[in-house]
């Protein structure tokens, strides 16, 4: 069954530390692929995307994601996180050519607590 | 332009009851979906409208969900009856249907579902 694998659960970092959240699925077909955040009491938002062409991907709020089809991994990162940036952070993927072409399969999110 | 809304934000019921939730996509959004978040779980997604039609409902758990959107509009989810396990937080999201199939959701803010 396809699936969709976040590393880490919890991470706890200081402010102006380096973020970087695995994320890893199992799909061979073609995919597209999000990163989702949910701050304190606010709904889930997108971060960034990617659906085809430049693999290094930029977001909002200083995030960039980075595709590696032979790795099937599609990593978030940021160079200095803030104390605003604690949230929860969701890896989706969607296969985008099947019957199921609008169903995202999430990963089990990381809790990112930056403390200041 | 108003986002994805969701009614209520929190329901308690017993078990066996019945509830109903709703759900108004952005308006001209032509995809609605449905996705439950049990605690300490991933997010999972239940079905798909495409208009008023069911696009892809191979995450209902069970007949006890129903799903309708009469007219291709808002969208209601009923629980009926409900079991503990059906206790989480129900998300509702909604896309554009444009040329390409593959767009960003946006999400609502859930609904926190209590069965006791």
């Known amino acids: 069954a396809q699936s969709v694998s976040q590393h880490n659960h919890h991470v706890i970092l200081s402010e102006a530390a380096s973020l970087e959240l695995g994320c890893n699925y199992s799909?061979?077909?073609?995919?597209?692929l999000f990163w989702y955040v949910q701050y304190p009491g606010q709904h889930l938002q997108l971060l960034l995307k990617y659906f085809s062409g430049d693999p290094l991907v930029k977001g909002i709020k200083g995030f960039e994601a980075e595709f590696i089809k032979s790795k099937f991994s599609f990593n978030l990162r940021k160079p200095s996180v803030q104390w605003s940036d604690t949230a929860e952070y969701f890896c989706a993927v969607n296969e985008g050519t099947t019957d199921s072409w609008g169903k995202l399969q999430f990963g089990a999110g990381t809790q990112v607590v930056v403390t200041p | 332009e108003a986002g994805v809304t969701q009614f209520p934000s929190h329901s308690v019921i017993e078990k066996g009851q019945t509830v109903t939730l709703r759900c108004d996509p952005i308006?001209?959004?032509?995809?609605l979906y449905w996705y439950r978040r049990v605690m300490g779980k991933e997010i999972k997604f239940l079905l798909h409208f495409v208009k008023e039609s069911k696009q892809d409902e191979s995450g209902m758990p069970n007949n006890r969900f129903l799903a309708e959107r009469t007219g291709g509009t808002y969208s209601t989810l009923k629980v009926q009856p409900a079991e503990l396990e059906d206790s989480g937080v129900y998300f509702c999201?909604?896309?554009?249907?444009?040329?390409?199939?593959?767009?960003?959701?946006?999400f609502g803010p859930g609904t926190r579902l209590t069965v006791t």
């Open positions: 799909y061979g077909g073609t995919v597209n």
């Open positions: 999201a909604s896309s554009p249907l444009g040329q390409g199939r593959s767009y960003e959701q946006y």
């Open positions: 308006s001209g959004h032509d995809n």
